[in-house]
């Protein structure tokens, strides 16, 4: 008779204590910088839409409210059923990004999303999370051969495919982001130091190639302005192209912010100097209207997100939620670097979005998405933690 | 060592160290973010807010010029003509209200325009949309140009800007169709047509320039330019050029529409025609008089000029009889009444009836044109002569449950829009049961529904409103075996060449069942009208050498003159063209509209005409 009543308990456990278990302070730094993203995004775009000053911050609310109830629906999730899916999600990655490709040729023109009525969807943007998730399934399918060679370079054939498809889009930042992950998910599996060694002799030398090497022999691997990219933020004074421009427009934006910032009188952004900035320049805005203080105070809910997804990965119950949230932290990770840096003159300008509050339906919900992964392996941790103690 | 899948015990010193390898990057990567953003944001803050305050670089925007329109023969009919054009920089006018003031005042003076009024339209403009750029004056002349840019000190804020305008060369020629160019309006912008389209572009706001906007418009060019202290430009940074719309080509035969519309004023002063290939719908030429120049709308318009346009008196130039205006049709109609009679089977193209000069019905007595008596008729006969008895006869007949004559009307186009590719198109209007008793409920008519309103619409008369191009369409319907078709202007966009870069399909005809006996029937009455003796426009076309069929009409108006209609095919009995006109005071269509019709009909079929036409012949 004992039996039938634990089973009860289990189920009433799993049914409403997995909300309860999840991450408080991950979900304040998520609503915090939601929160802050719809408020900027408003600011920035006050004068973009004539006669309607508030187009883009309703949007990018609505976005939030979506990816808000899709966040809470994957904490409920059972994330480990996602590892038997890996084949099955993987071909959905690669057949979306083709989609796109398909897309665009009949369209005549390159394209990066698919355009329904009120909303173009991004592939490569999903696509971060989706490589997350199929890739840390075939490494734990691989864990007792993480010294076999064959290991590392089938991962890396298995994040390069979906990379090189983006980067030819030409979305460049995604296809960084991608390998990010790659690396992220083989470092937390434990792959041999000796192997990352030798990527990145490899990867030296391939972009000996694509830099220097091809273009000499006549093949331009990647497009002239994302090579401008590349070498406009090594010398923004001397350089008068596009790219130089931005950034030169960018740090007089941050820089003219000053400790509090200048508020209203931001002129680099109402008055349009300033590219993008809803968008990739979304965090210059916020120099340039808040201040150092301001900036600091959303660079901070962002270090408190990636400490909770690196808590989170610590105490996951099983090693698939200790890579899946390994994944997911370096995506963050990498994208708030490099965004961040490229607006203060420190990374190349590369069309990475910063999570959660640049303006874009894609990577909005994506990211939100994510975080209800990290939730749900971090509710499903203490779950484990909990029945062990009984 | 844990297991692929099993639960994992403890956190292991491997994995540990690899999350404080990551924990570590982390840091050092928000400690390098940190102090880069105090040194610029907190060390060296105040030379970026200088740097803001001044930033040198402005956008100019350079406007693409439109597309130009030109006819089948590739002869331009809308062509650009590059000006100058004075406007206002916002940020860069005096702060006070006064100085501005004083600013308008010296420009006021130079372009000689009333100061007050100037200031009150630029200044209601500035607070309204503070970063538009208001225009002070259009098309000014380059000396001036030149004089305010050699003083940007004494003129802050003033800049020209290069603008293409619209210029019709042939003026009153074409000029109903091509529609109007203006600034795109706020509401506009929200519409997805005119994705792309930025504050200040000009856009088509009416006619062809419209409906083809999208294909006419082009792509604005760019300028980054680094300007000085002052607003001077010292350097480009950065140019995208414009690039031209496309150009279109239209249907339209300039040589044909030039004719029609002299041969029209040539009448009494108000008047329509429709010109369109029977077998696929290309309109050659559509006009209607009174015309007007175009050119007088590529510049602000005076309240005098437009209370001109749309004058009563005037006559309305501005109006386009061809699709907007309504009237009864006379006896053109009677192709219409033939058709339904012929395909509902009320008779067959030999049934004989007899016409004694007039008919008595519920007690009204309606009689034939003139009170002559034909005698017994078939249809052809009938159409020849134009024997209202005989229809009048179809119509007391055809009052009947299905109401059959206009069942006929509305397939074949009377009552509804044509669809062509202009805006602004009415439908008219056909007097059915439904209509009249429903007006008689809201008392906006005398009498409900009866048998005598049918017996006037199977003669073109009492309420019936059609317009030149529904006849056009209605005949064309008849004469090519049943296609209804949809008119249409638009023959294919192409580059500035004239290489064609993408072919506007023929709108699709709706089909409608018109039996090839039916058709010849009617055809060869119709012939009979133009060429046999006792036809009604037999002596309007004698000595023209290509044989042709048409049908003349005099629409009734109570109280002022007698409407004149003409619809003709040609050439018989194979038509290729049909040919609509009508003048609202010609008296009988023979007097002028059949004439008329005979010098389009020259020039569209290339016949060299020697001597004046005459008007004259047999009443309808």
Avoid: C
């Avoid at chain 1, 084949?87 to 369209?107: D, H, K, M, P």
């Avoid at chain 2, 009455?525 to 042709?548: Q, W």
């Amino acid at each position: 008779m004992q039996a039938p009543t634990t089973t009860a308990v289990k189920d009433f456990r799993e049914s409403s204590g997995r909300m309860l278990r999840i991450d408080p302070l991950m979900l304040v730094a998520t609503i915090g910088l939601i929160a802050a993203g719809i408020y900027i995004v408003g600011t920035a775009t006050q004068d973009d839409v004539r006669g309607d000053p508030n187009y883009f911050a309703y949007r990018q609310a609505a976005y939030a409210g979506v990816g808000f109830v899709l966040m809470l629906l994957t904490t409920r999730f059972d994330y480990s059923r996602l590892r038997e899916w890996k084949l099955g999600i993987y071909a959905f990655l690669i057949g979306s990004i083709l989609l796109i490709y398909a897309l665009g040729f009949s369209a005549r023109g390159s394209r990066r999303a698919i355009e329904f009525p009120f909303f173009n969807f991004q592939a490569s943007e999903l696509g971060k999370l989706l490589l997350v998730v199929a890739l840390a399934g075939f490494m734990v399918d691989r864990i007792r051969r993480l010294t076999d060679r064959e290991t590392t370079s089938r991962m890396v054939l298995l994040a390069v495919i979906p990379a090189m498809l983006v980067i030819a889009q030409p979305d460049l930042g995604s296809g960084l982001v991608y390998l990010a992950i790659l690396v992220a998910i083989m470092f937390i599996a434990g792959t041999p130091w000796t192997h990352f060694a030798g990527l990145a002799g490899l990867t030296a030398v391939a972009i000996v190639v694509v830099l220097i090497a091809a273009p000499a022999a006549g093949v331009e691997v990647l497009k002239p302005y994302q090579k401008d990219r590349f070498t406009a933020f090594l010398n923004p004074g001397e350089n008068r192209g596009e790219e130089a421009y931005q950034i030169n427009q960018s740090l007089t934006a941050i820089g003219s912010g000053g400790k509090t910032g200048r508020g209203d009188e931001a002129t680099q952004t109402k008055l349009d100097f300033l590219p993008e900035h809803h968008t990739d320049f979304v965090f210059s805005v916020v120099g340039e209207e808040f201040g150092f203080v301001g900036a600091a105070l959303v660079l901070s809910l962002f270090a408190l997100l990636i400490w909770r997804a690196l808590r989170t990965l610590t105490i996951a119950k099983n090693f698939y939620g200790a890579l899946v949230a390994g994944g997911i932290t370096a995506m963050l990770m990498f994208q708030v670097f490099v965004n961040v840096g490229m607006t203060i003159g420190i990374m190349p300008i590369t069309g990475i979005p910063l999570p959660l509050v640049s303006y874009g339906g894609s990577s909005v919900i994506t990211t939100l998405m994510a975080i209800g992964l990290l939730q749900s392996i971090h509710a499903q941790a203490r779950e484990t933690a909990a029945v062990k103690r009984l | 060592m844990y297991l692929d899948n099993e639960r994992r015990p403890t956190l292991t010193p491997q994995l540990a160290f690899r999350v404080a390898v990551i924990g570590g990057v982390a840091l050092v990567m928000f400690a390098v973010i940190f102090f880069r953003l105090w040194y610029l944001q907190v060390l060296s803050g105040d030379n970026y807010v200088a740097a803001a305050r001044e930033n040198r670089v402005r956008e100019i925007k350079v406007q693409a010029p439109r597309g130009e329109i030109v006819d089948r023969h590739g002869q331009p009919l809308v062509v650009n003509r590059s000006s100058m054009s004075i406007k206002l920089t916002p940020d860069k006018l005096p702060e006070r209200r006064a100085d501005r003031v004083e600013l308008y005042r010296k420009l006021a003076k130079l372009l000689d325009l009333k100061p007050r009024r100037l200031t009150r339209r630029v200044e209601r403009e500035l607070s309204a949309l503070p970063f538009a750029k208001p225009t002070i004056k259009q098309d000014v002349d380059p000396r001036l140009v030149a004089f305010v840019l050699e003083r940007q000190e004494a003129f802050p804020g003033v800049e020209p800007e290069r603008e293409s305008l619209r210029e019709y060369p042939h003026g009153p020629i074409g000029a109903h169709l091509f529609g109007q160019v203006g600034e795109v309006s706020p509401k506009q912008l929200k519409d997805q047509r005119f994705s792309g389209v930025e504050m200040g572009d000009r856009v088509g706001q009416a006619g062809i320039e419209a409906e083809y906007d999208r294909f006419l418009r082009g792509r604005n060019g760019a300028a980054r330019v680094e300007v000085d202290a002052l607003g001077k430009l010292t350097e480009t940074l950065r140019r995208r050029d414009p690039v031209q719309g496309k150009q279109l080509r239209l249907s339209l035969d300039l040589n044909v529409q030039r004719v029609a519309q002299q041969a029209l004023a040539g009448g009494t002063g108000k008047g329509a025609f429709a010109v369109m290939n029977a077998q696929n719908g290309e309109v050659l030429a559509l006009g209607s008089q009174p015309s007007f120049d175009p050119n007088v709308f590529t510049k602000p318009i005076t309240k005098k000029q437009l209370a001109a346009l749309t004058s009563k008196d005037l006559g309305e130039p501005l109006l386009n009889r061809a699709i907007q205006a309504g009237y009864p049709t006379g006896s053109t109609f009677k192709l219409i009444t033939a058709t339904a009679a012929l395909e509902s089977g009320h008779i067959t193209p030999d049934t004989p009836l007899s016409d004694p000069g007039s008919l008595t019905v519920g007690g009204v007595t309606f009689e034939n044109a003139g009170g002559v008596a034909h005698g017994v008729l078939s249809l052809r006969q009938a159409l020849t002569v134009s024997s209202d008895v005989f229809f009048y006869q179809l119509g007391r007949d055809m009052n009947e449950k299905g109401m059959p004559l206009q069942l006929w009307a509305h397939r074949l186009g009377i009552g509804r829009k044509t669809g062509i590719d202009l805006p602004g198109e009415l439908p008219g209007r056909l007097p059915t049961r439904r209509w009249r008793d429903s007006w008689y409920k809201k008392k906006l008519t005398d009498r409900p529904w009866s048998v005598g309103d049918n017996i006037n619409l199977s003669v073109g008369q009492g309420d019936l409103l059609a317009d030149p191009l529904q006849m056009a369409v209605a005949y064309a319907a008849v004469a090519n075996g049943g296609r209804v078709l949809r008119p249409r202007l638009g023959l294919r966009i192409e580059d500035a060449t004239g290489r064609a870069l993408q072919q506007l399909d023929a709108p699709t005809a709706r089909r409608v069942k018109v039996s090839k006996e039916h058709r010849d029937a009617i055809l060869e009455g119709l012939n009979g009208a133009a060429n046999e003796p006792g036809g009604t426009s037999t002596p309007v076309f004698e000595g023209f050498p290509i044989p042709i069929a048409g049908k003349t009409g005099t629409a009734e108006h109570v109280g002022k003159p007698d409407q004149s209609w003409y619809v003709a095919f040609a050439p018989y009995p194979n038509p290729k063209y049909v040919v609509a006109v009508t003048d609202e005071a010609g008296g009988f269509g023979a007097d002028t509209a059949a004439p008329m019709t005979r010098r389009i009909l020259a020039e569209l079929l290339d016949v060299k005409e020697t001597g004046l036409v005459q008007g004259g012949g047999a009443p309808d």
